[in-house]
């Protein structure tokens, strides 16, 4: 079936509240009233977010199922094999690297176990080899993978949603680690492209262990 106004209306809107509830809740502004008016309660707070931002995608992946409509385009032949081999190798990226993020301090374990009420999370900065080349490497991944995919209707304009999302979610973010980073963030961000990788504006493997070591012991991780 073909998506009506009305559909198009719902799900743009759901994408657009999802969004707005998403960055609310990871704004340093929310986490600052939090910490004032109820401290103790941020020690759950990573927990209650990760287990909220993944129940509100449930209406919108519903959506995407019961909505499904005629192919607009497909990959076929070559293409095919590109795209699928573009995916593969981004979700293999993501995969790969975890192993640089702390996946306690991500989940919200670790700041439940160790009772931490600060508004960082307290990760140390660090930049893994795919924060060379763009400064979120997990939002460039996941819009190979958005758009490596066959499309119909309702997957286009969740997929126009979300790489808009992902755009505007990394500016919003980029306010926040300045704020938590200070110069050595705004001195990466100046090097590094933000989402998609560009020549000349990538580091080397010493110039990352010199901006990591100029961060000092006080300083915290960069974005997804």
């Not at 949603?161 to 505007?168: D, E």
């Not at 560009?198 to 000092?216: F, I, S």
């Amino acid at each position: 079936m073909h998506l009506s106004a009305l559909q198009i209306a719902v799900l743009v809107s759901g994408w657009a509240l999802y969004a707005l509830i998403h960055s609310l809740l990871a704004s340093i502004a929310v986490k600052r009233r939090i910490a004032k008016r109820w401290p103790a309660a941020l020690r759950a707070y990573r927990i209650v977010f990760n287990v909220l931002s993944l129940l509100l995608l449930l209406p919108l992946l519903a959506a995407l199922v019961v909505w499904r409509g005629p192919l607009l385009w497909t990959w076929s032949g070559p293409w095919a094999w590109l795209a699928n081999g573009f995916a593969l190798a981004a979700l293999a990226g993501f995969v790969w690297s975890l192993r640089y993020y702390d996946t306690g301090v991500f989940s919200g374990l670790a700041q439940w176990r160790e009772r931490r009420t600060g508004i960082d999370d307290g990760e140390r900065f660090n930049l893994s080899p795919l924060h060379r080349y763009v400064r979120h490497p997990w939002y460039a991944l996941a819009l190979v993978i958005l758009w490596t995919r066959d499309m119909d209707e309702v997957r286009l304009v969740s997929a126009i949603c979300i790489s808009l999302y992902l755009w505007l979610g990394s500016l919003l973010e980029e306010r926040k680690l300045l704020v938590l980073h200070g110069d050595v963030y705004a001195r990466y961000r100046r090097r590094v492209n933000g989402l998609i990788p560009w020549p000349g504006r990538a580091l080397d493997a010493a110039e990352a262990r010199q901006l990591v070591a100029t961060a000092g012991p006080d300083r915290h991780t960069g974005g997804v």
